[in-house]
């Protein structure tokens, strides 16, 4: 059997975090799909269309490593999938409770998707992409925390006459 697991997200931009969580990920599992929630709630900055093709260009050359996007619920789409683990990365104290809850109520859809926590890196344990949009809006340098492509892609979106994209 291969194992898969779901690495599932808004990806809104994929950052450097986002890359470590998979790649350790790659290191548990056969086969992990990338799972782009669409959620048009968090209004996000890039379409869903643009957060796949970055996600995409971000984790090209792993094998293994399939990018998607869904729409309706993670456990849904864990199934549909063949995948029975969903990973998400946990970085500080604070993302705790959300991600508890969203695993607990994971778990009462579907007792057959367990949920796995990865501590994130050291290096990226206050990493977001929140944080990464405010700094790269506020004209800061975000090369270190995101790939090449994602920093090209925040500055052709939020800088456009300064020639950025
Ligand atoms: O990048 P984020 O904000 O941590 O991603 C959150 C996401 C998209 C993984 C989460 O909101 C999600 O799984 N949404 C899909 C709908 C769903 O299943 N919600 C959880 C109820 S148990």
Redesign the pocket.
């Known amino acids: 059997m291969i194992a898969a697991a779901v690495c599932?997200?808004?990806?809104?931009p994929i950052t450097k975090g986002h890359i470590d969580v998979v790649d350790r990920a790659l290191t548990l599992f056969d086969r992990v799909i990338v799972?782009v929630?669409v959620?048009p709630d968090?209004k996000p900055l890039f379409s869903v269309e643009e957060r796949v093709t970055l996600a995409v260009e971000a984790l090209n050359g792993r094998d293994g490593v399939q990018v998607t996007q869904?729409d309706?619920?993670?456990?849904?789409?864990a199934r549909e999938h063949g995948a029975h683990v969903v990973i998400?990365g946990l970085r500080a104290v604070s993302d705790f409770e959300?991600?508890f809850q969203?695993a607990q109520?994971?778990h009462?859809?579907d007792e057959g998707v367990e949920t796995l926590f990865m501590m994130a890196s050291t290096e990226y344990q206050f990493l977001s992409?929140s944080a990464v949009k405010e700094i790269a809006r506020y004209g800061g340098d975000v090369s270190g925390l995101v790939p090449v492509n994602v920093d090209r892609a925040l500055k052709g979106r939020l800088w456009p006459r300064e020639g950025g994209g």
């Not at 599932?8 to 809104?12: E, L, M, V, Y």
């Not at 309706?72 to 789409?77: A, M, S």
């Open positions: 599932p997200g808004t990806f809104d799972a929630h959620s968090k869904f309706g619920l993670l456990v849904t789409f998400k959300r991600e969203m109520l994971g009462l859809l992409s």
